[in-house]
């Protein structure tokens, strides 16, 4: 079996994906930043503080870094789910997420089904610690389970979209997930980028596979 490596040379992996970023999520943020400043007082006045949930993801190469997203979850309510215990990487039909999880809260569970909870990524884009396409980051525990296969989805930034993300969403299982990342690993391109953040804009409005 040949795998194809991704082109790391290329104009655009060196220095276009990164222009795009700074140029996307400037104007992200400077449109969306009335929007922002209403949910952040709708929280504020329903759910109360803190507005923001911040936790460790793996970056590129394993680096470690704080995500920042909007508070969704009730805060007294903690997670009933069992850690994982994988002996050869994370099983391929596992889902992370479940479309009834008690610890969302109401207004949470709106934000989520438009994304809008995850915003405050673009701040995380800016910083260079994501791009706005690629393989959405997980959290530690999940990416110090990988095998050496699932592993090479750490071989680019994580992205706030993705080609998982616009193929199913939380509806897919984590094999097909990883399947996704590793063909936009081996074939991104600035025109593939441009058309999974196309068809993000889609897979939002129809909210599909969003919880």
């Known amino acids: 079996m040949h795998v194809q490596t991704p082109e790391l040379f290329t104009f655009y992996s ?8 700074i140029i996307v999520a400037s104007f ?17 006045f329903s759910t109360g503080r803190p507005i923001f949930f911040k ?13 920042w997203k ?9 997670s009933t789910k069992q850690p994982i215990v994988c002996t050869d990487g994370i099983p391929e039909d596992y889902f992370f997420k479940t479309a009834q999880d008690a610890r969302v809260t109401k207004i949470g ?43 090479r989805r750490l071989e680019v930034k ?5 080609l998982a993300q616009v193929n199913g969403r939380s509806n897919i299982s984590h094999g097909q997930k990883i ?19 196309l068809k993000t804009i889609y897979v939002v409005l129809a909210r599909t596979g969003a919880y």
Do not use: C
């Not at 809008?116 to 999940?142: F, H, T």
């Open 14 to 21: 060196q220095y276009g994906k990164r222009i795009v970023d």
């Open 28 to 44: 992200l943020l400077i449109f969306m930043m009335p929007l922002m400043i209403s949910i952040l007082l709708i929280l504020y």
């Open 55 to 67: 936790q460790v993801r793996t970056g590129i190469h394993q680096q470690r870094f704080i995500i």
């Open 70 to 78: 909007l508070r969704t979850m009730h805060l007294q309510k903690s």
């Open 109 to 151: 569970a709106i934000l989520r089904k438009f994304s809008v909870d995850e915003i405050p990524q673009l701040l995380n884009v800016l910083k260079g610690e994501m791009s706005i396409v690629g393989p959405r980051p997980e959290v530690p525990a999940i990416t110090n389970a990988y095998n050496s296969l699932q592993a």
């Open 158 to 162: 994580p992205g706030l979209t993705g």
């Open 179 to 197: 399947a996704y990342d590793l063909a936009y690993i081996d074939q991104y391109s600035f025109w593939l980028d441009v058309k999974i953040i």
